[in-house]
Protein backbone atom coordinates (compact mmCIF):
# COMPACT_ATOMS: atom_id res chain seq x y z
CA UNK A 1 0.00 0.00 0.00
CA UNK A 2 1.81 2.80 -1.42
CA UNK A 3 -0.26 5.61 0.80
CA UNK A 4 -2.72 5.99 3.05
CA UNK A 5 -5.77 5.83 0.32
CA UNK A 6 -4.56 2.81 -0.79
CA UNK A 7 -5.18 1.43 2.92
CA UNK A 8 -8.62 3.47 3.03
CA UNK A 9 -9.83 1.55 0.31
CA UNK A 10 -8.22 -1.83 1.19
CA UNK A 11 -9.83 -1.43 4.67
CA UNK A 12 -13.16 -0.87 3.62
CA UNK A 13 -13.17 -3.66 1.13
CA UNK A 14 -12.25 -5.91 4.11
CA UNK A 15 -14.83 -4.36 6.25
CA UNK A 16 -17.52 -5.36 3.76
CA UNK A 17 -16.23 -8.76 2.84
CA UNK A 18 -16.07 -9.36 6.97
CA UNK A 19 -19.59 -8.20 7.16
CA UNK A 20 -20.52 -10.64 4.73
CA UNK A 21 -18.64 -13.30 5.97
CA UNK A 22 -16.51 -14.11 2.72
CA UNK A 23 -13.58 -14.15 5.17
CA UNK A 24 -12.38 -15.06 7.97
CA UNK A 25 -12.09 -12.96 11.15
CA UNK A 26 -8.26 -13.78 11.89
CA UNK A 27 -7.56 -12.54 8.16
CA UNK A 28 -9.57 -9.07 8.89
CA UNK A 29 -7.22 -9.40 12.09
CA UNK A 30 -4.17 -9.23 10.58
CA UNK A 31 -5.27 -6.86 8.07
CA UNK A 32 -6.29 -4.70 10.86
CA UNK A 33 -3.27 -4.98 13.09
CA UNK A 34 -1.07 -4.07 9.66
CA UNK A 35 -3.19 -0.65 9.46
CA UNK A 36 -2.34 0.02 13.18
CA UNK A 37 1.24 -0.14 12.53
CA UNK A 38 0.76 2.04 9.23
CA UNK A 39 -1.55 4.33 11.09
CA UNK A 40 0.99 4.50 13.94
CA UNK A 41 3.97 5.22 12.07
CA UNK A 42 2.29 8.14 10.20
CA UNK A 43 1.15 9.36 13.25
CA UNK A 44 4.63 9.54 14.81
CA UNK A 45 5.07 11.84 11.98
CA UNK A 46 2.78 13.89 12.10
CA UNK A 47 3.92 14.17 16.18
CA UNK A 48 7.12 14.80 14.74
CA UNK A 49 6.32 17.85 12.58
CA UNK A 50 3.61 19.61 14.89
CA UNK A 51 6.71 19.19 17.93
CA UNK A 52 8.88 21.01 15.35
CA UNK A 53 6.33 23.47 14.45
CA UNK A 54 6.89 22.31 10.99
CA UNK A 55 3.95 21.85 8.45
CA UNK A 56 5.52 19.55 5.87
CA UNK A 57 3.92 17.10 3.17
CA UNK A 58 3.84 13.98 4.47
CA UNK A 59 3.99 11.52 1.29
CA UNK A 60 2.47 8.73 2.42
CA UNK A 61 -0.82 10.71 3.46
CA UNK A 62 -0.66 12.87 0.25
CA UNK A 63 -3.15 11.12 -2.53
CA UNK A 64 -3.16 12.02 -5.94
CA UNK A 65 -6.07 13.68 -5.85
CA UNK A 66 -6.11 15.04 -2.58
CA UNK A 67 -8.73 17.37 -3.49
CA UNK A 68 -11.68 14.86 -3.86
CA UNK A 69 -11.28 13.21 -0.48
CA UNK A 70 -13.77 12.27 1.64
CA UNK A 71 -15.82 9.71 2.08
CA UNK A 72 -17.39 7.30 -0.14
CA UNK A 73 -21.06 6.58 -0.02
CA UNK A 74 -20.01 2.67 0.45
CA UNK A 75 -18.08 3.87 3.08
CA UNK A 76 -20.52 5.85 4.60
CA UNK A 77 -23.15 3.34 4.29
CA UNK A 78 -21.03 0.89 6.24
CA UNK A 79 -20.15 3.29 8.91
CA UNK A 80 -21.69 2.49 12.47
CA UNK A 81 -24.69 4.99 13.53
CA UNK A 82 -26.82 5.00 16.15
CA UNK B 1 -75.13 19.42 33.57
CA UNK B 2 -73.47 16.16 33.35
CA UNK B 3 -73.58 13.61 35.99
CA UNK B 4 -70.02 12.42 36.89
CA UNK B 5 -69.48 8.85 36.91
CA UNK B 6 -66.97 8.36 39.96
CA UNK B 7 -68.27 11.60 42.60
CA UNK B 8 -71.65 11.62 41.67
CA UNK B 9 -72.37 14.97 41.37
CA UNK B 10 -74.01 16.98 38.57
CA UNK B 11 -71.61 19.78 36.59
CA UNK B 12 -71.39 21.71 33.58
CA UNK B 13 -69.81 20.48 31.18
CA UNK B 14 -67.31 22.83 31.10
CA UNK B 15 -65.64 20.55 34.42
CA UNK B 16 -65.33 17.62 32.07
CA UNK B 17 -62.13 17.22 30.42
CA UNK B 18 -62.47 16.73 26.50
CA UNK B 19 -61.33 13.34 24.91
CA UNK B 20 -58.47 13.41 22.51
CA UNK B 21 -60.69 14.34 19.55
CA UNK B 22 -61.26 17.18 21.67
CA UNK B 23 -65.08 17.21 20.58
CA UNK B 24 -67.13 14.80 23.87
CA UNK B 25 -66.59 15.42 27.57
CA UNK B 26 -65.18 12.58 29.35
CA UNK B 27 -67.87 10.26 31.40
CA UNK B 28 -65.48 11.90 35.34
CA UNK B 29 -65.28 15.29 35.79
CA UNK B 30 -62.25 17.31 35.88
CA UNK B 31 -61.61 16.86 39.66
CA UNK B 32 -61.96 13.61 39.52
CA UNK B 33 -59.28 12.96 36.53
CA UNK B 34 -57.03 14.85 38.56
CA UNK B 35 -57.58 12.76 42.02
CA UNK B 36 -57.18 9.83 39.98
CA UNK B 37 -53.59 11.52 37.82
CA UNK B 38 -52.60 12.18 41.76
CA UNK B 39 -53.04 8.80 42.97
CA UNK B 40 -51.24 7.19 39.69
CA UNK B 41 -48.26 9.58 40.00
CA UNK B 42 -46.20 7.76 42.34
CA UNK B 43 -47.00 4.00 41.01
CA UNK B 44 -47.24 4.94 37.19
CA UNK B 45 -44.29 7.47 37.47
CA UNK B 46 -41.43 5.18 36.15
CA UNK B 47 -43.56 3.69 33.32
CA UNK B 48 -44.74 7.20 31.88
CA UNK B 49 -41.64 8.72 32.23
CA UNK B 50 -40.18 5.26 30.31
CA UNK B 51 -42.92 6.65 27.65
CA UNK B 52 -41.58 10.13 27.45
CA UNK B 53 -38.73 9.23 27.03
CA UNK B 54 -39.23 6.97 24.41
CA UNK B 55 -41.67 9.19 22.34
CA UNK B 56 -38.96 12.16 22.41
CA UNK B 57 -35.88 9.65 21.47
CA UNK B 58 -38.32 8.60 18.58
CA UNK B 59 -38.52 12.67 18.07
CA UNK B 60 -42.60 12.49 17.88
CA UNK B 61 -43.69 16.19 16.55
CA UNK B 62 -40.35 16.95 15.96
CA UNK B 63 -39.39 18.26 19.49
CA UNK B 64 -36.17 16.21 19.65
CA UNK B 65 -35.22 18.59 16.41
CA UNK B 66 -36.64 21.45 17.89
CA UNK B 67 -34.34 21.12 20.65
CA UNK B 68 -31.56 20.38 19.16
CA UNK B 69 -32.17 23.81 16.72
CA UNK B 70 -32.70 25.65 20.13
CA UNK B 71 -29.02 24.36 21.01
CA UNK B 72 -27.40 25.40 18.21
CA UNK B 73 -28.84 28.52 17.85
CA UNK B 74 -27.92 29.39 21.55
CA UNK B 75 -24.19 28.29 20.89
CA UNK B 76 -24.08 30.59 17.71
CA UNK B 77 -25.53 33.13 19.30
CA UNK B 78 -23.33 33.15 22.31
CA UNK B 79 -20.12 31.28 20.88
CA UNK B 80 -17.73 28.84 22.81
CA UNK B 81 -16.86 31.33 25.17
CA UNK B 82 -20.15 31.09 26.82
CA UNK B 83 -19.78 27.09 27.31
CA UNK B 84 -16.36 27.23 28.54
CA UNK B 85 -17.52 29.43 31.39
CA UNK B 86 -20.41 27.23 32.19
CA UNK B 87 -18.48 24.18 32.16
CA UNK B 88 -15.93 25.96 34.70
CA UNK B 89 -18.60 27.19 37.25
CA UNK B 90 -20.39 23.43 36.98
CA UNK B 91 -17.76 21.39 36.51
CA UNK B 92 -19.60 18.17 37.88
CA UNK B 93 -22.21 19.02 35.06
CA UNK B 94 -19.40 19.51 32.27
CA UNK B 95 -17.78 16.41 33.25
CA UNK B 96 -21.25 14.05 33.04
CA UNK B 97 -21.50 15.65 29.81
CA UNK B 98 -18.50 15.18 28.80
CA UNK B 99 -18.74 11.29 29.74
CA UNK B 100 -21.58 11.20 27.46
CA UNK B 101 -20.29 12.61 24.41
CA UNK B 102 -17.03 10.17 24.49
CA UNK B 103 -19.43 7.10 25.48
CA UNK B 104 -21.49 8.19 22.26
CA UNK B 105 -18.20 9.04 20.04
CA UNK B 106 -17.20 5.50 21.28
CA UNK B 107 -20.19 3.82 20.04
CA UNK B 108 -20.74 5.95 16.86
CA UNK B 109 -16.72 6.31 16.48
CA UNK B 110 -17.49 9.86 15.59
CA UNK B 111 -14.91 12.10 13.91
CA UNK B 112 -13.92 13.60 17.61
CA UNK B 113 -13.53 10.35 19.19
CA UNK B 114 -10.87 9.20 17.03
CA UNK B 115 -9.19 12.00 16.87
CA UNK B 116 -9.07 11.96 20.22
CA UNK B 117 -7.84 8.25 20.53
CA UNK B 118 -4.84 9.19 17.72
CA UNK B 119 -3.68 12.46 18.88
CA UNK B 120 -5.28 13.17 22.52
CA UNK B 121 -5.31 17.05 22.63
CA UNK B 122 -3.84 16.78 26.32
CA UNK B 123 -0.70 15.10 24.72
CA UNK B 124 -0.47 15.86 20.95
CA UNK B 125 1.13 18.95 20.02
CA UNK B 126 -0.96 18.26 16.87
CA UNK B 127 -3.68 20.77 16.53
CA UNK B 128 -4.97 19.10 12.83
CA UNK B 129 -5.11 15.57 12.56
CA UNK B 130 -5.13 14.58 9.09
CA UNK B 131 -8.68 13.95 7.33
CA UNK B 132 -7.60 10.27 5.72
CA UNK B 133 -5.39 9.32 8.72
CA UNK B 134 -9.03 9.60 10.64
CA UNK B 135 -10.84 7.25 8.15
CA UNK B 136 -8.08 4.62 8.26
CA UNK B 137 -7.87 4.82 11.54
CA UNK B 138 -11.99 4.46 11.81
CA UNK B 139 -12.27 1.68 9.49
CA UNK B 140 -9.64 -0.37 11.44
CA UNK B 141 -11.69 -0.15 14.55
CA UNK B 142 -14.84 -0.80 12.79
CA UNK B 143 -13.07 -4.68 11.60
CA UNK B 144 -11.52 -4.71 15.00
CA UNK B 145 -14.67 -4.55 16.44
CA UNK B 146 -16.42 -7.00 14.28
CA UNK B 147 -13.78 -9.76 14.59
CA UNK B 148 -14.15 -9.66 18.09
CA UNK B 149 -18.01 -9.70 17.91
CA UNK B 150 -17.35 -12.86 15.50
CA UNK B 151 -15.27 -14.95 17.34
ZN1 LIG C 1 -66.36 13.64 39.72
Known sequence: MKNAEE????????FAQLKAGEIKPSEA???????GKMIGSAKV?????????????????????????????????????? | MKTCTVCGKEKPEGDYRLHSDKKTVMRYCNDCHLAKRRAQHSTKREERNAQFRARYAA?????????????????????RAALIAWAAENPEKAAEANRKKMKRGRERLSDYYVRRLLCHPERSEVKQVP????????????????????R
Open chain 2, 59 to 79: NVNGVKDKHAAARKAKYAKQG
Open chain 1, 29 to 35: AELANLA
Open chain 2, 131 to 150: EILIECKRLQLMIERECREK
Open chain 1, 7 to 14: LRAELSQT
Open chain 1, 45 to 82: QVEYYALRKEQPRIEWLESPNAKVTGDSPAFMAKRPVD
